[in-house]
């Protein structure tokens, strides 16, 4: 069954959290890599439901971004220590699934955020869609440029999901605007650098950019700064609605970003491993509504992901 999530402050996980009783339960966390505020986000969110329910948090994530190999070493690791459940975030969503079959094997309970894994067994599934978070999000760029111009697009990962579906809801987008023009795709691989550095070269060959539709914050924001370095305007817009791309919208450096939360599937992933080690009710297929970020709603996105709080289990479903 999916679950829908409440709006505003519930959305945001700024709500009180209700206290468990003190079980001890030991979760081991996936999540991507280091870099990405996004993730950093849902190791916060993690660590917020965790303590919430008096249980033990272990992170891994690899010290070479995006390794799907190290992920895979950490996961044999996790089989010998036996943690009671696992939430993770797959590196390669196609890739992960021996190790998913590692974790079945060793008959621990695994929730699945984010990326959807092609292949596993989960006793849930936490994340977004992309795909609408990319249209709806594009719709607020093509509106705000007037139906025309010219517009980059900015992919992540070269076949990672959420930049595929993204990317697609963006183009998806665009076929409702004729009078806007795609000059170029290209990825910069969820980075804020290489997101720079790619700016960089399209300015050269399309120095009549007027928009700029980045598949994440971090590849917005780097487009941002290459923007500012050339003395060049475009419209950006990214998906994440993390702190900085809230500050830059606000500051008018970014026009919008869909509101993925990853703190907000931090805490939902790991409230439910523990509640499926508690035995009690889940939903086994959780998606956050489509939300974009602007300036007419950016104040409700301003508190620092440390300062917020997961919201209570009751709170958060709505059957």
């Not at 996790?78 to 079945?104: E, M, Q, R, T």
């Not at 605007?177 to 691989?189: D, K, L, M, S, T």
């Not at 500050?247 to 439910?272: P, V």
């Amino acid at each position: 069954m999916r679950a829908s999530i409440l709006a505003g402050a519930c959305a945001l996980g700024l709500l009180a959290p209700a206290l468990a009783l003190a079980d001890g339960e030991t979760i081991a966390l996936f999540t991507k890599n280091q870099t990405n505020p996004f993730f950093s986000a849902e190791r916060v969110g993690a660590e917020k439901a965790a303590a919430m329910l008096h249980a033990k948090l272990l992170e891994y994530v690899p010290t070479k971004a995006d390794s799907i190999a190290e992920q895979m070493s950490q996961i044999d690791d996790v089989v010998v220590k036996k943690p009671d459940a696992v939430v993770i975030v797959p590196v390669d969503y196609k890739a992960i699934g021996p190790g998913i079959a590692k974790l079945n094997a060793a008959g621990i309970p695994a929730v699945n955020i984010t990326d959807r894994s092609a292949d596993g067994r989960f006793v849930a599934f936490v994340g977004a869609d992309d795909y609408h978070i990319a249209r709806d999000t594009a719709e607020v760029l093509l509106k705000a440029m007037g139906g025309k111009g010219s517009v980059v697009i900015l992919e992540g990962v070269p076949g990672s999901l959420t930049s595929q579906d993204r990317v697609r809801g963006f183009r998806d987008a665009l076929k409702d605007y004729p009078g806007v023009r795609v000059v170029a795709i290209q990825p910069a691989n969820y980075q804020r650098l290489q997101g720079m550095q790619v700016m960089e070269n399209l300015l050269q060959s399309h120095p009549d950019v007027a928009g700029v539709m980045a598949a994440n914050d971090a590849m917005a924001i780097g487009a941002v700064d290459a923007l500012s370095d050339a003395g060049h305007k475009a419209l950006v817009i990214g998906i994440n609605a993390t702190r900085e791309a809230v500050d830059a919208i606000n500051s008018g450096h970014m026009l919008a970003s869909g509101d993925y939360n990853g703190f907000l599937q931090g805490c939902i992933g790991t409230m439910i491993a523990i509640r499926v080690l508690r035995h009690e009710p889940i939903e086994s297929d959780v998606q956050l509504p489509v939300v974009v970020v602007t300036k007419a709603n950016a104040a409700a996105y301003e508190a620092p992901v440390a300062e917020r709080n997961c919201p209570a289990w009751q709170d958060v479903m709505r059957r």
